[in-house]
């Protein structure tokens, strides 16, 4: 059997649960065609880098399967159908990743950056006093300088 990552994009106004279940069903299909799902999993709502159906945002869903090619033909196939997934893309793998994929360690990369708090700004508290740029020559009345190189020759 080949190995395959399917990611669906479902609808933003949809639940958790509602996506979950769409998960599920794609597990389904792909069982009931005498392979198997790997892996799953759920990258959360994120935005979209243009609309698609209305959409500005979509819940992303990832799963590793190992399956024949007829089954992948009839999820896609399926997936086609529902309208609660906006967009889709299964791709052949010679592996598949062991451990959570580059997204999942992003986030958790990402969040541990910025220390469990949600912002991205950091410490603001940490700037210290502020620096002083020490004396620094008079530089003049403005009427005295050139405006620009054409009035300096």
Do not use: C
């Not at 509602?18 to 990258?43: C, F, H, N, P, Y």
């Not at 620094?136 to 405006?147: I, K, L, T, W």
Request: charged share 40%; net charge neutral; hydrophobic share 30%.
């Amino acid at each position: 059997m080949a190995l395959y990552e399917h990611v669906f994009l479902a609808r933003q106004d949809l639940a958790q649960a509602q996506v979950d279940a769409l998960a599920e069903t794609a597990t389904k299909i792909v069982e009931e065609g005498k392979g198997r799902v790997v892996k799953t999993e759920s990258w959360g709502l994120r935005g979209l880098a243009y609309r698609i159906q209305k959409n500005r945002k979509a819940h992303y869903v990832m799963l590793e399967i190992d399956a024949p090619t007829g089954v992948i033909a009839e999820l896609e196939r399926q997936t086609g159908i529902n309208e609660d997934i906006v967009r889709y893309m299964t791709v052949r793998v010679d592996a598949h990743e062991a451990g959570p994929s580059a997204m999942m360690r992003r986030n958790e990369r990402s969040e541990r950056d910025r220390g469990g708090r949600g912002g991205d700004r950091g410490d603001r508290g940490d700037r210290g006093p502020r620096q002083d740029r020490g004396d620094r020559p008079d530089r003049g009345p403005r009427e005295d300088r050139p405006r620009d190189d054409r009035d300096a020759a």
